[in-house]
């Protein structure tokens, strides 16, 4: 029998790669062999984002080129899953007569059910309903970045009625994992050879308070800084509102709990901030700013912002660029507003015209690159911790890495010079150059032969 093949794309944040990783599991266990080349893949299968309108257009333009795979014979099923699929299912389905099979945001274990169909003439598997898969340690996953670092989701969903968001209407309500079972994940990875965890979901300071007894995301954090060989614990998604002194405390300790916190702020105007239905005020934000720079001076902060959102005014902008100058964000993550039906603000009519976003885009853009490489500076002449990841994407003949202030994928990198090293370990580097965004090191200052010739370490498949 020839050998079956599956190819896969996972579009939008990190919590479709964990689904799309589980959907690679779920292939491993159907003897399936995953291939690069979409055209060498019997299965093509599509991890969608629905969020915004600008996903929504890559996932469609994704789902279009490849399923001219289909024409030339050489893909047999395409199959769409994930959030494009869970928000219009009906849609999808009339519209694509191409695609085989929809799974949607919580049919991921259901793609067996499909590589187990014969190829001849098979019902086409639609979305189920209602979203309320949550993952499970028992579940297949494998992991698609290196081994050594690895993205963890704690909960499913989201509860909060934030006005711009459509994630509730086709993610469900919150759906935390339990204490025990995330701690058996992370305890299975660090086994294999990860040591940083990034734990991540839609709303992760609000973990465990569905849960029966009640949880919280300390209880959660202490749990895991008990697992041995974890050396990096990062947290994304901490909405501002219930940051306390509970939790900010925990990244001052010294402890596998990494100095960086991802607080999604959205704006800087109090009008706007009751506008987006946020639950808190500007005030709230630069308290927080304020006692985490004073528990943890060294902490790395990242952010996003929306900009156009219906009713922005001039002043609401101008109120935003005082935070950002205030704040000093290491790491910020710029939106456009997107029109969402079925959210609040989409039933609202003063939209702000594009040229203006752009025009504030840019600006802000330019002040926090400014911010950033000023922030940067406080590393040169340092001696720093850093993760080594691989090859240097700027030159085939540097390393590059992330100190404990870079998450994987989304902010800056250190490049590295002078030493060999091995993805996956932990290195003392000297800082020497920094740029607007990432930063220059020497790794001869943690060798023992610093005349040894720059060699470089290809980055294993995870």
Not at 122 to 128: A, D, F, H, Q, S
Not at 229 to 253: G, I
């Amino acid at each position: 029998m020839s050998e079956r093949t599956i190819h896969f794309v996972s579009l939008g944040c990190a919590k479709n790669r964990v689904d799309t990783e589980v959907m690679l599991g779920v292939s491993d266990l159907s003897g399936y062999s995953l291939v690069e080349d979409p055209k060498a893949a019997e299965v093509i299968v599509i991890n969608t984002c629905g969020f915004i309108e600008s996903a929504k257009q890559e996932s469609i333009d994704t789902i279009l080129q490849l399923a001219d795979h289909k024409e030339d014979g050489s893909c047999q099923r395409l199959v769409v899953a994930g959030c494009l699929s869970q928000r219009y299912p009906e849609e999808l389905a009339r519209e694509l007569p191409e695609v085989d099979h929809f799974l949607g945001s919580s049919d991921m274990l259901k793609l067996g059910q499909i590589l187990r169909l014969d190829q001849g003439n098979t019902p086409r598997m639609l979305v189920g309903n209602p979203a309320d898969y949550i993952f499970r340690l028992q579940d297949p996953r494998r992991l698609s970045l290196a081994q050594h670092s690895a993205y963890v989701k704690i909960a499913e969903g989201c509860s909060r009625k934030c006005s711009f968001c459509s994630i509730p209407s086709f993610r469900g309500t919150q759906r935390s994992r339990p204490v025990a079972d995330v701690v058996g994940e992370v305890q299975r990875l660090v086994s294999q050879g990860t040591i940083e965890i990034n734990l991540i979901s839609q709303d992760t300071v609000s973990y465990g308070r569905d849960l029966s007894p009640r949880s919280d995301l300390p209880s959660l954090i202490d749990a895991l800084c008990q697992v041995p060989e974890l050396r990096w614990l990062r947290l994304f998604y901490l909405y501002p509102e219930q940051l306390d002194d509970t939790l900010l405390s925990r990244f001052a300790d010294e402890s596998p709990v990494v100095p960086y916190v991802d607080m999604p702020f959205q704006h800087g105007s109090d009008a706007m901030l009751k506008r987006m239905r946020r639950g808190y005020r500007a005030e709230r934000q630069r308290e927080i700013i304020e006692r985490l720079r004073t528990l943890a001076p060294d902490v790395s902060l990242r952010t996003s912002f929306i900009l156009g959102h219906p009713g922005e005014t001039d002043a609401d902008f101008e109120e935003l660029l005082d935070l950002v100058r205030f704040a000093e964000f290491d790491h910020v993550g710029l939106f456009r507003y997107s029109h969402e039906e079925g959210t609040h603000s989409g039933t609202m009519d003063d939209l702000v015209e594009a040229a203006v976003v752009d025009e504030r885009y840019s600006e802000l853009m330019k002040l926090q690159k400014r911010i950033s490489k000023k922030r940067l500076r406080r590393f040169v002449g340092r001696e720093i911790d850093v993760l080594i990841e691989g090859e240097s994407e700027e030159s085939e003949w540097l390393l590059q890495g992330r100190h404990a202030g870079q998450a994987p994928e989304v902010d800056g990198v250190v490049h590295l010079t002078n030493g060999t090293a091995t993805p996956g370990e932990l290195r003392r580097v000297l800082i020497t150059h920094a740029g607007d965004y990432d930063l220059v090191g020497d790794l001869s200052c943690g060798d023992d032969n610093p005349d040894k010739p720059a060699r470089k370490r290809r980055l294993p498949v995870g």
